[in-house]
């Protein structure tokens, strides 16, 4: 295993959950870190906390003219990204596709797909200008497992996971690795936001269970761009111990 030094991390959506126990681990161990968030007073409060070694990025993932405006923008010394970590994304409700809302179907589509992918266009050239670099997506079980009220979030997932392996395709001979994280529940602000800030439905959903921490995911994704430069990990499944797979429903009349 290698360690973070001499890395310069863009982490999507550092300002809660995964993203923001991503930035934290990788700059513990050396790295330089750039937070991304729409949330401009968190991003601020987490850069006091690492220091010169952090770099703010405010901008919305939904606006591609922002996202490579923000790339550009970036200074010398934080502008030779080598791990891309496409972490911001959401869930938006949990009712049934024939009740669903359009602007949180669109919503998702555009941050978790559009968003995602803008990011990497922005990023990707230079990794493979430099011969060097690793870009990590945030898929979910949700990609692989329907579950009722799954709909449109799954199906984002489902586009994330088959897009890092046609990136590994394309970049099989670019010395840019890729890795899917797929995890089941972890306790984030995730739930919050799916039932749009309702805190008490968001807590039922880890009532009585121990989810995953955001950093036991953080753990997995640094393991796997700390692997030998030679190994590429295609993708990591992870669920908590208490959580598995259902039966198939039948609806009998
Ligand atoms: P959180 O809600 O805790 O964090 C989500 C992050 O995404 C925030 O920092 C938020 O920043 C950012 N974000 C959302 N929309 C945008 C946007 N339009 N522009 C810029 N940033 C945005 O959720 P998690 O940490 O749990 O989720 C991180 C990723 O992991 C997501 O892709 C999620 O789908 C995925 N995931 C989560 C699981 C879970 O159970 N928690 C399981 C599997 C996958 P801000 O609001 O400041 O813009
Ligand atoms: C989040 C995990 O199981 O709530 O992607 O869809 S789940």
Redesign the pocket.
């Known amino acids: 295993m290698g360690n973070a030094a001499g890395h310069t991390v863009l982490v ?8 923001a126990a991503m930035a934290r681990k990788y700059a513990a161990d050396g790295a330089k870190v750039i937070i ?4 401009a007073d ?1 991003l601020a409060a987490l850069k006091d906390e690492i220091g010169d070694n952090a770099h703010t990025l405010n901008f ?3 606006d591609q003219d922002a996202v490579f405006k923000a790339i550009e923008s970036l200074p010398a010394d934080f502008s030779d990204i080598t791990i891309l970590v496409n ?5 938006m409700g949990m009712g049934s596709a024939d009740t669903a809302d359009m602007n949180d179907w669109n919503t998702m589509v555009a ?2 797909i559009s ?1 995602l992918i803008a990011m990497t266009g922005a990023v990707l050239p230079g990794m493979v200008a430099r011969n060097r670099g690793h870009i990590v997506n ?1 898929g ?1 079980v949700a990609g692989t497992y329907p579950y009722p009220g799954g709909n449109v979030y799954g199906a984002t997932k489902a586009f994330v996971h088959q897009f890092s392996l046609n990136l590994r395709a394309d970049l099989v001979d670019k010395n840019v690795r890729v890795t899917c994280v797929e ?4 306790e ?3 739930s919050v ?1 799916r039932f749009d800030g309702d805190e008490s439905k968001a807590a039922d959903v880890y009532k009585g269970m121990k989810a995953m921490t ?1 950093e036991d995911v953080a753990e997995a994704i640094y393991w796997a761009t700390m692997m030998p430069a030679h190994v590429n990990i295609n993708t990591v499944e992870m669920m908590a111990t208490v959580q598995a797979f259902g039966p198939f429903s039948v609806h009998r009349e």
Not at 87 to 91: D, E, H, K
Not at 183 to 186: E, L, V
């Open positions: 999507t959506g550092a300002t809660a959950g995964f993203g991304t968030g729409r949330r968190r919305d993932i939904q972490n911001a994304g959401l869930a941050t978790n968003g945030l979910s995890p089941g529940m972890a984030t602000e995730f936001v955001p």
